[in-house]
T-cell receptor, first 115, second 113 residues
Framework: GAVVSQHPSWVICKSGTSVKIECRSL??????MFWYRQFPKQSLMLMAT?????????EQGVEKDKFLINHASLTLSTLTVTSAHPEDSSFYIC???????????FGPGTRLTVT | AQSVAQPEDQVNVAEGNPLTVKCTYS??????LFWYVQYPNRGLQFLLK??????LVKGSYGFEAEFNKSQTSFHLKKPSALVSDSALYFC???????????FGTGTRLTIIP
């Protein structure tokens, strides 16, 4: 089956620093990748959609200068949280979709804690 | 606009009993419906989907769901619950013209031994 990995699985950083999270499709080419944020005991909120080779499309209310998304290849997308603050602490989940596929395949998530 | 409602935050079922987790949806076009399961501190695992065809969809781990167009529902079911089924379950929808998934708020399923 289609496998999506995320790295790191958890990260602790100090306020003001930047953190990069990687999302990789391991056995398929992902033309589209999605980044979600999940607060404790809440649902997934879509942050942005990225297509390989083009700029990401951000959802309303998501700061694109704070959450930088790069989809540089068909198997890798990165989310960089810049100048992180404690309120950015959350569980970040990516998903990937093959061209013309109905399904999104989800990564295992990254727990970010900003101190 | 598309939306999903999971009316129950919590469902408790005795082991061995049948279980149902409810989901209703709203889309403007044809619905693509999905169920996912999430274990603590993990990503989402795909259970099953409805795109077209037979209204009864069978998925992983013995789960199934029935698409009911008139009631705009897609309830998740299993004939006999296992303790290991205890987890957080999400229903999701997108319409045929939209690549974005919209998730419900999730239902925590607890199977009581």
């Amino acid at each position: 089956g289609a496998v999506v990995s995320q790295h790191p699985s958890w990260v602790i950083c100090k306020s003001g620093t930047s953190v990069k999270i990687e999302c990789r499709s391991l056995d398929f080419q992902a033309t589209t990748m999605f980044w979600y944020r999940q607060f404790p005991k809440q649902s997934l909120m879509l942050m942005a959609t990225s297509n390989e080779g083009s700029k990401a499309t951000y959802e309303q209310g998501v700061e694109k200068d704070k959450f930088l998304i790069n989809h540089a290849s068909l198997t890798l997308s990165t989310l960089t949280v810049t100048s992180a603050h404690p309120e950015d602490s959350s569980f970040y989940i990516c998903s990937a979709r093959e061209y013309s596929s109905y399904e999104q395949y989800f990564g295992p998530g990254t727990r970010l804690t900003v101190t | 606009a598309q939306s999903v409602a999971q009316p129950e935050d919590q469902v408790n079922v005795a082991e061995g009993n049948p279980l149902t987790v409810k989901c209703t949806y709203s889309v403007s076009g044809n619905p693509y419906l999905f169920w996912y399961v999430q274990y603590p501190n993990r990503g989402l695992q795909f259970l099953l989907k409805y795109i077209t065809g037979d209204n009864l969809v069978k998925g992983s781990y013995g789960f199934e769901a029935e698409f009911n167009k008139s009631q705009t529902s897609f309830h998740l079911k299993k004939p006999s619950a296992l303790v290991s089924d205890s987890a957080l379950y999400f229903c999701a929808v997108r319409d045929s013209g939209n690549e974005k998934l919209t998730f419900g708020t999730g239902t925590r399923l607890t199977i009581i031994p």
